[in-house]
């Protein structure tokens, strides 16, 4: 019988660490038009809850670099972020075709990129959670989306982002990366076109 039982303990152990791991795994990729976030200062990344629900780092020194941001987008191109816009203001989008505050804050993101288009402004949307893109590029047409998308079903794109950056943690997230490819700001729900523009004002701003 203890025999048994000294077999038994390591399986429940294995399975109690995997569950974890799959639970962590879950919280990394996103829930479906869930939110996250932290209150307040965040310790290493040095932002403020701005107004509209925006975090920002306004010291310049203290933003992190954006992770590497390339594959395949919605209509089968190759697009490296860094790389493809260089020197730009990037305002990225984290949306799925099934979130109704995605759908919500379409029209506004539309908007303002085509408002912004000739200030060193270039939007990219990271259409997640979409097990078949058809969905995401009826969405893309429907709201006549003038920017590119891409395409991580899996949400490893998202894994990406430094732990304790101003990373994605909600369906929808806007990420505003400076010219200098560093996360400046970040946004954990739908923003309206004001919204979008106050974030966007002061980054086109600096030189």
Known sequence: MSTRRAFRRPRSRRRTTLLAAGAALAALTLGACGSGGTKGSGGGTQFVQGSGGVSVVEDRGARQEAPELSGKTLDGKDLDVAKDFK?????????????????????????????????????????????????????????????????????????????G???????????????????AARALQALGEDGLRAALDPLVAEK
Not at 124 to 151: H, I, M, W
């Open 87 to 163: 020197g730009k203001v990037v305002v990225l989008n984290v949306w799925g075709s099934w979130c109704s505050p995605c759908r919500a804050e379409a029209k506004n993101l539309v908007a303002v990129a085509n408002d912004y288009k000739d200030k060193g402004v270039q939007f990219v949307g990271l259409d997640t959670r979409d097990p078949d893109p058809a969905p995401a590029v009826a969405f893309e047409k429907e709201f006549q989306v003038p920017y590119p998308s891409l395409y991580d079903s899996s949400g490893k794109l998202l894994l990406r982002f430094p732990k």
């Open 165 to 183: 950056s101003l990373n994605p943690q909600a369906i929808p997230s806007t990420i505003f990366i400076d010219r200098n490819g560093r996360i």
